[in-house]
C-alpha cells in the first residue's frame, strides 16, 4: 500500500488527521519518555523552510464545483474547462498575496515596480544623452563631448544596478511564490493519504511529481515575468511614445502635386509595425499552447516509464523482461521526439517573425528620419534620439512577438498543476462527504481498541466492495481477517488505516492509541539503513545499539554492520528481508495496534512463524489485526473473521474465537441473530 503508516484519526473524528512530517513529531514525543535524542542540524532552518513553515499550512477550501453548459458542443466544452483550469490555478496562486500568504510578498511586489520605475527613467536619461552627445560630435565641440562622457558612467552605473536589483527582486519573487504554492499543494497532496487515493480515481493528474516539481516552477515563474516585461514596456511604450512625437514632429509628403501632412509620423509607424508583427505571431503561434501541454505530458509519461522500470529492476531482471521494456520506452520516447518536432515548428515560425522583426526595427526610424535630416529640420542628435526611441518603443510593442512562446509554455503548466489541484478538490469534498458516500472515523467506547459500526467499503464510483460489517476488537486481541482473493480484505484494511474513504458507516479507534501498519510491499527510503529502520521516525531516535538488537530480533544480523551506510537499500534488499525489515521497524516504533496486510507473503513458513512468535513475545500487549491467506498463522491469533464474495459486496459471514474466551460473546453472532429476528418480524 505504500504506507508504513496510518492515521489513528481522521479530519472529521475528534483530532485533524496529520501529514507525513507531523506524525514524525507525534512518533517523537510519544517516544520521548524512553530516550532523549540529540537535537539534528535540521534545527537550523533554511530561508525556503521558513517561507512554507509560516505560510503555506494555512490553506483554503476547495472552490465550488462549476458545471459545464449542457448546450456547449464537445470542442467548446473543452474549451470551457481548460478556460476553468487557469481560473482554478489563480485561485490557490493569489493566496500568496493573501493575508494567508507570504509576510514578504507585496514588499517584494511593490519593490519591484518602483525598481521597473526608475529602470524605464535611467533609461530616458541615457536617450537623452543619446541625443546630446551626437549632437555635440556633429558639431566638433569637444568640451561638451569630454563633459557628456563624464555624465555617461553614472547613468551606465545606475543602470547596471537597478538591472541587478530588478533581477533580485523578479527572483525572489517567483523562489518565494514557488515555496509557498509548493508547500500548499504538497501538504493538500500529502494529507489524509491524498497521494495514494489519487491512484484509484479517474480525473487528469498523471505524474502528479512531475505537476509539482517542473510545472509548478513554470506556472510561478512566467507569471512574474510577464508581468514584470509587460509594466516595463508599457511604461517604455508611454515614455518614448512621447519623445517620438515630440522629436518627429508631422512628416510632409507631396503626391500628386498635393502636400499631406502626417502628425506624429514615427508613433504611427512604430504602431503600425508592432501591429504587423504581434499579428503574424499571434497568427502563427495560435496552436502553441496545446503543443507545448502535449510534449509536457509526454515528457512526463517517458520520466515515469525510466523511474517505473528502476524501480521494479529486479523483477524485470529475474523475467528477462528488458526487451519488452525497451519497447515501451522506445514508444514512449518516439511520442516524445514527435512533439518536440511539433514545438520546434512553431519556434522555427515564431523565430522567423522576431528574427526579422529585430533586424528590421533599428533600419526603419533612420529611413523615415532621412528627408528630415537632409533638409535641415532635424540634428543627428535628434535622429539617433528618435532611432533609439523607436527601437524602445517597438521591442515594448513586439513584447509579444519575444515572449509568446513562453506564455504559451505557462498556460499549459497552469492548466495541469490545475488539474491536479481540481483532482485533490474532489477528494477533499469527499472527505466532507460532499454529495460522496464517505466512512466516518472517531473514537470506541468503553476500552474497545477497534470498532467496525455498519461499516461499508465502496469504490468511488458507489459500487460496493465490503457491505455491512460490524466488529469490535478489545485490547490485546489478535484478529486474523480471511478470505478469498477479492473479497475485499485489503480494501478493508485501507479503510481501517484511514486511506480508503469511499463508503458508509464508521471506523473508531481508541482515544490516544497509536496505528502502524505493515503492508505486503514495505517501503524502504533512500539514505542509510538506519534512516530505512527507523523510518517514519528520524534516524536519531534511536541508538544504533537499539536499530542493532531490532535487527538481531527479527533475523538481521548480516545487516548490523551496515547501519550506518548509505546504499540503494530499495534494490539491494530481497523481499524477505524488506519485510524483516519492516518488522524492526515495528519493534522499535512499539505501536498500540497493529495492521499486518500479507506482511509475511515473502516469507517461508518457519521464519514467519518465528516472526509472528517475536511480534507476540515483544509486543505482548498490542492488539493485532492481520490479513493473510496461510492457515498456520492462525495459531498466533485469538480470532478469525471470514468476508465471503457477494451480490452487493463481501459480507462477513463467521466471526469465531481461535482461543475460547469465557464470558466473550461474539459481536458478529449477535448482529445475525438480531436480523434474523428482524427478518421473522417483517
Not at 466516518?440 to 461499508?456: I, P, Q, V, Y
Not at 453472532?669 to 421473522?680: C, D, N, S, T, V
Amino acid at each position: 500500500m505504500g504506507k508504513a503508516e496510518a492515521r489513528s484519526k481522521s479530519s472529521d473524528g475528534p483530532s485533524s488527521a496529520r501529514t507525513s512530517s507531523s506524525r514524525k513529531a507525534s512518533a517523537k514525543a510519544a517516544d520521548q519518555e524512553r530516550k532523549d535524542p540529540a537535537p539534528s542540524e535540521a534545527d537550523e532552518k533554511s530561508e525556503f523552510v521558513e517561507v512554507i513553515a509560516e505560510n503555506g499550512d494555512d490553506v483554503e477550501p476547495p472552490p465550488e464545483i462549476v458545471e459545464p453548459d449542457p448546450e456547449l458542443s464537445a470542442e467548446e466544452a473543452e474549451q470551457a474547462r481548460k478556460d476553468y483550469l487557469l481560473t482554478r490555478f489563480w485561485i490557490s496562486a493569489r493566496g500568496y498575496w493573501g493575508r494567508s500568504g507570504d509576510r514578504l510578498a507585496w514588499l517584494f511586489t511593490i519593490g519591484l515596480l518602483l525598481l521597473i520605475v526608475a529602470n524605464v527613467a535611467v533609461q530616458y536619461g541615457i536617450n537623452v544623452w543619446n541625443r546630446a552627445i551626437f549632437d555635440a560630435i556633429e558639431k566638433r565641440d569637444a568640451a561638451s563631448v569630454f563633459h557628456l562622457t563624464a555624465i555617461f558612467f553614472p547613468l551606465a552605473i545606475g543602470s547596471v544596478l537597478l538591472g541587478v536589483a530588478q533581477v533580485f527582486g523578479r527572483m525572489g519573487i517567483q523562489r518565494r511564490w514557488r515555496a509557498w504554492l509548493t508547500n500548499a499543494v504538497v501538504s493538500r497532496w500529502l494529507t489524509n493519504g491524498r497521494y495514494y487515493q489519487l491512484n484509484l480515481v479517474d480525473g487528469d493528474h498523471k505524474n502528479p511529481e512531475y505537476r509539482i516539481a517542473e510545472d509548478l516552477r513554470i506556472a510561478t515563474d512566467s507569471p512574474v515575468d510577464f508581468v514584470a516585461g509587460v509594466t516595463s514596456a508599457l511604461l517604455s511604450a508611454v515614455t518614448f511614445i512621447v519623445v517620438l512625437w515630440t522629436i518627429g514632429g508631422a512628416l510632409t509628403v507631396t503626391l500628386g502635386g498635393s502636400s499631406i501632412s502626417i502628425p506624429g509620423f514615427l508613433v504611427i509607424a512604430a504602431i503600425i509595425y508592432a501591429a504587423i508583427a504581434s499579428g503574424s505571431i499571434t497568427a502563427i503561434g495560435r496552436s502553441f499552447a496545446q503543443i507545448s501541454e502535449d510534449k509536457n505530458q509526454a515528457e512526463a509519461e517517458f520520466r515515469y516509464i525510466l523511474t517505473r522500470v528502476r524501480e521494479n529492476g529486479e523483477s524485470i531482471a529475474l523475467l528477462g523482461g528488458e526487451t519488452e521494456e525497451r519497447d515501451g520506452i522506445d514508444k514512449t520516447f518516439s511520442n516524445v521526439l514527435r512533439q518536440w518536432a511539433r514545438l520546434a515548428g512553431q519556434h522555427m515560425r515564431t523565430t522567423l517573425v522576431s528574427q526579422g522583426s529585430n533586424l528590421i526595427a533599428p533600419v526603419v526610424p533612420l529611413l523615415l528620419c532621412a528627408p528630415k535630416f537632409l533638409d535641415g529640420s532635424m540634428s543627428l542628435g535628434q535622429v539617433m534620439q528618435a532611432a533609439s526611441a523607436f527601437t524602445i518603443v517597438q521591442t515594448a510593442f513586439g513584447w509579444l512577438v519575444d515572449n509568446y512562446p513562453r506564455l504559451a509554455d505557462w498556460n499549459a503548466c497552469a492548466r495541469r498543476i490545475a488539474s491536479l489541484m481540481m483532482s485533490l478538490d474532489g477528494l477533499e469534498r469527499a472527505e466532507t462527504g460532499d454529495g460522496f458516500g464517505r466512512i466516518e472515523r472517531g473514537e470506541t467506547e468503553g476500552e474497545a481498541m477497534l470498532s467496525l459500526n455498519d461499516l461499508s467499503v465502496t469504490l468511488d464510483d458507489g459500487t460496493a466492495v465490503v457491505g455491512e460489517t460490524e466488529v469490535v476488537i478489545e485490547p490485546g486481541e489478535r484478529l486474523l481477517v480471511a478470505g478469498e482473493s477479492g473479497t475485499g480484505k485489503s480494501t478493508l484494511v485501507r479503510a481501517i488505516a484511514g486511506l480508503w474513504p469511499w463508503g458508509g458507516g464508521s471506523v473508531g479507534l481508541h482515544a490516544d492509541r497509536r496505528l502502524f501498519m505493515l503492508p505486503q510491499k514495505p517501503y524502504v527510503p533512500s539514505g542509510t539503513l538506519r534512516r530505512a529502520v527507523a523510518y517514519p521516525g528520524a534516524a536519531e531516535d534511536w541508538t544504533i545499539d537499539e536499530i542493532s538488537r531490532a535487527l538481531h530480533k527479527v533475523g538481521l544480523d548480516h545487516l548490523k554492520d551496515k547501519i550506518e551506510e548509505d546504499a540503494p537499500w530499495d534494490q539491494t534488499l530481497s523481499g524477505g528481508e524488506k519485510q524483516r525489515l519492516a518488522f524492526a521497524r515495528l519493534l522499535l516504533h512499539a505501536p498500540d495496534i497493529v495492521v499486518l496486510d500479507e506482511a509475511t507473503s515473502a516469507l517461508d513458513e518457519k521464519s514467519q512463524d518465528k516472526m509472528m512468535e517475536t511480534v507476540t513475545t515483544e509486543l505482548p500487549k498490542a492488539t493485532i489485526v492481520s490479513v493473510a491467506h496461510r492457515v498456520e498463522l492462525e495459531a498466533f491469533h485469538s480470532r478469525k473473521i471470514v468476508l465471503e464474495r457477494r451480490k452487493g459486496g463481501a459480507k462477513l459471514v463467521s466471526d469465531v474465537d481461535l482461543i475460547p474466551r469465557k464470558g466473550k460473546r461474539r459481536l458478529l453472532g449477535r448482529f445475525l441473530r438480531q436480523r434474523q429476528a428482524a427478518g421473522k418480524a417483517a
